[in-house]
């Protein structure tokens, strides 16, 4: 089982559209949990970081299910800037990041 | 305030080369990584330094060295480059304490083809 699984997607929804990404992780030592955005042909950028209680930030909602260790993304409102690929990421504490290989959107007009 | 840069752009190789890419971070982070990301593969990490003159293998270490020249810089050598190592590769830097490690920025990317 790989460490960090993503739905690869694409994911083409139009503009205004909710979206939910889904993401599993496979170490239950895992302590710190994030999303990263990454647009084409650039560096992964810090989208938010995901907290036990869930978070919101604007548009954007993130969810962490430490028992199913599963994690999820929701978009609302969907922007045609927000077409980007959306890398789940864990770790354990003092080692390196584990990425998913990513969900790709597109979202239309 | 730069953040992290990566040197150089682009480049390109023939099988056999060897060439160094450069990293340097100035947000005085303790702990620098550098990736690869390859279609349908994602970002894997190669070798990480935890702190100036520690390094660590990642999950791809083969074809590659590392050196941690001091805290702001983390190179890393291709000594005889192989058309397998065409990618594009990240660097990144982060703090890391007992409770996690905090946000990874990442430099630009090289884009390397190894012909």
């Known amino acids: 089982r790989k460490e960090v699984e993503q739905d690869p997607g694409p994911f083409n929804v139009p503009e205004g559209a909710t979206v939910a990404f889904n993401c599993t992780y496979s170490?239950?030592?895992?302590?710190?949990f994030f999303w990263y955005r990454q647009d084409c042909r650039k560096e992964p950028k810090l989208l938010m970081s995901?907290?036990?209680s869930g978070n919101e930030d604007g548009r954007f909602t993130a969810q962490l299910n430490r028992a199913s260790q599963y994690i999820s993304l929701l978009i609302r409102d969907s922007k045609l800037s927000d077409s980007a690929t959306y890398l789940c990421?864990?770790?354990?504490?003092?080692?390196?990041?584990?990425f998913g290989k990513g969900t790709t959107l597109s979202v239309s007009s | 305030n730069a953040g992290v840069t990566q040197t150089p752009k682009f480049q390109v190789l023939k099988t056999g080369q060897s060439m160094t890419l450069q990293c340097a971070q100035d947000?005085?982070?303790?702990?620098m990584y550098w990736y690869r990301q390859d279609p349908g593969m994602g970002l894997r990490l190669i070798y990480y330094?935890?702190?100036?003159?520690?390094?660590d293998k990642g999950e791809v270490p083969n074809g590659y060295n590392v050196s941690r020249l001091n805290k702001r810089e983390f190179s890393l050598r291709l000594e005889s480059a192989a058309p397998s190592q065409t990618s594009v590769y990240f660097c990144?830097?982060?703090?890391?304490?007992?409770?996690?490690?905090?946000?990874?920025?990442f430099g630009p990317g090289t884009r390397l083809t190894v012909t």
């Open positions: 990144a830097s982060s703090e890391v304490d007992g409770q996690g490690t905090y946000e990874q920025y």
């Open positions: 170490n239950s030592a895992s302590q710190s």
């Open positions: 995901v907290y036990s």
């Open positions: 990421v864990v770790n354990q504490a003092g080692t390196a990041l584990i």
């Open positions: 947000m005085n982070h303790n702990s």
């Open positions: 330094s935890a702190s100036e003159g520690t390094t």
